[in-house]
């Protein structure tokens, strides 16, 4: 379906200049279109105000960080990641502080992905990313309280500045994530 969609909107002619429409053209000239298709499997079939294209271009950046990190948690800097985590965390999970870190990564890359790929979950999704930022906060303390060196945070000031970084990622999961909607009350007196 996303393909059919993208083949007539790229054939529709540009009829207003609006920011949505500056935004799928940028996106068009690099070739990245079909990234904010899969991400947005409505975006055609609704007219966006500008604030929704700029809270789902922001889900989708806030995706692309995670997935990075994860990676690097992974891969290049899994040993500065050892450093963040505090000593008392193997003793209460029973796992290495390798393991500790290899399983922070796959979480990561997992929460990327999904406030990419499920956008009809993104509330939830972007809630778990929150909570996630909130649960990974003891390792910043405990790397600034210990001085100890990581790629990024190599001095004091740098992981300290570092843990004003953390609640500005809930919120930013949170903001990104769209408005929560109150449910239905159901099963009260007038229903």
Not at 38 to 59: F, H, K, N, W, Y
């Amino acid at each position: 379906m996303c393909t059919s969609v993208f083949r007539a909107e790229r054939s529709r002619a540009a009829v207003s200049v609006s920011g949505e429409d500056r935004v799928r053209s940028w996106l068009d000239k690099r070739g990245i279109r079909w990234f904010w298709l899969a991400c947005e499997t409505d975006v055609m079939s609704a007219r966006r105000s500008p604030l929704q294209v700029i809270r789902v271009g922001s889900r989708i950046l806030l995706a692309a960080g995670l997935v990075f990190m994860g990676l690097s948690h992974l891969f290049w800097a899994r040993r500065g990641f050892r450093v963040a985590v505090p000593e008392w965390a193997p003793k209460a999970t029973g796992l290495d502080k390798d393991a500790i870190v290899v399983a922070s990564g796959v979480v990561e890359i997992m929460l990327g992905g999904a406030l990419a790929a499920l956008p009809r979950d993104r509330r939830t999704v972007g809630a778990a990313a929150a909570a996630f930022f909130v649960a990974v906060f003891p390792g910043n303390v405990h790397q600034w309280r210990s001085g100890r060196s990581a790629p990024l945070l190599r001095t004091d000031r740098a992981r300290f500045i570092r843990l004003f970084v953390q609640p500005a990622l809930v919120a930013w999961a949170l903001w990104s994530a769209g408005p929560w909607r109150a449910a239905p009350v159901t099963g009260g007196p007038n229903s």
